[in-house]
Every structure is written in structure tokens, then in C-alpha cells.
């Protein structure tokens, strides 16, 4: 999966990103396998992104990724300047986006 992320392709990279979201969303296990499996840089690569959408779900992978051990490796990285350029050009879209995906579906009856 995390090889699908260096294809060409907007609509492959969009999926992944947006199946990693999910992964790392719910799962401490998901997290550390995803990190350990090199999708941190490659997430990053993707915040230059054509696609608005997997420039979001980059975001929000990289934030559910950083809920346990891997806030170490996302600075070491070197992803925190690129989310912040990122997030100084779009942030009150990424401020809705959050706040949908985090709160509002987050807390809604499954």
C-alpha cells in the first residue's frame, strides 16, 4: 500500500492517503505499522500534491499518525515545516476539514 503513494497517478494517491486516514485514525497498531512501513515521508512528498483533497488527507493522516510514538519521527523527518507552510496557506478549509472528520463524524452513533 505505502508504494502505492509514489505512483503518478492523483486518483491512486488519493485513495491511499485517504485509507491510511482511516488506518491511523482508530488504531494505535495501525500507526506504528504505517510509520514503520516508511508512509511518513512518503505522506510528506504528497503534501505537494496537485489534488486539494490528498493534500487534506495528508494532514489528517500525519495528525492521527502523531496521536502516540510517532511524533519523534514526523520532526525528524522533517515534516514540520512543510505542514506549517501548508497549513498558513489553507488553514481555515484544514480548520473545517479537522473539525468535521475529528468531532463531528468522530461523535456521531454508528
Given at each position: 500500500?505505502?508504494?502505492?503513494l509514489?505512483?503518478?497517478?492523483?486518483?491512486?494517491?488519493r485513495?491511499?492517503?485517504a485509507?491510511?486516514?482511516?488506518?491511523?485514525?482508530y488504531?494505535?497498531?495501525n500507526?506504528?505499522?504505517?510509520?514503520?512501513?516508511?508512509?511518513?515521508?512518503?505522506?510528506?512528498?504528497?503534501?505537494?500534491?496537485?489534488?486539494?483533497?490528498?493534500?487534506?488527507?495528508?494532514?489528517?493522516?500525519?495528525?492521527?499518525?502523531?496521536?502516540?510514538?510517532?511524533?519523534?519521527?514526523?520532526?525528524?523527518?522533517?515534516?514540520?515545516?512543510?505542514?506549517?507552510?501548508w497549513?498558513?496557506?489553507?488553514?481555515?478549509?484544514?480548520?473545517?476539514?479537522?473539525?468535521?472528520?475529528?468531532?463531528?463524524?468522530?461523535?456521531?452513533?454508528?
Amino acid at each position: 500500500m505505502i508504494e502505492d503513494l509514489e505512483y503518478n497517478i492523483i486518483e491512486v494517491q488519493r485513495e491511499v492517503v485517504a485509507e491510511l486516514r482511516l488506518l491511523a485514525k482508530y488504531n494505535m497498531e495501525n500507526r506504528i505499522i504505517i510509520a514503520n512501513c516508511g508512509a511518513i515521508r512518503a505522506l510528506i512528498a504528497l503534501l505537494h500534491s496537485s489534488d486539494l483533497k490528498t493534500q487534506e488527507n495528508v494532514v489528517t493522516a500525519l495528525l492521527n499518525l502523531s496521536i502516540n510514538e510517532n511524533k519523534n519521527e514526523i520532526v525528524v523527518v522533517g515534516a514540520v515545516d512543510p505542514l506549517i507552510n501548508w497549513l498558513l496557506n489553507r488553514s481555515n478549509r484544514l480548520v473545517l476539514v479537522l473539525y468535521i472528520d475529528e468531532f463531528i463524524i468522530a461523535e456521531s452513533p454508528k
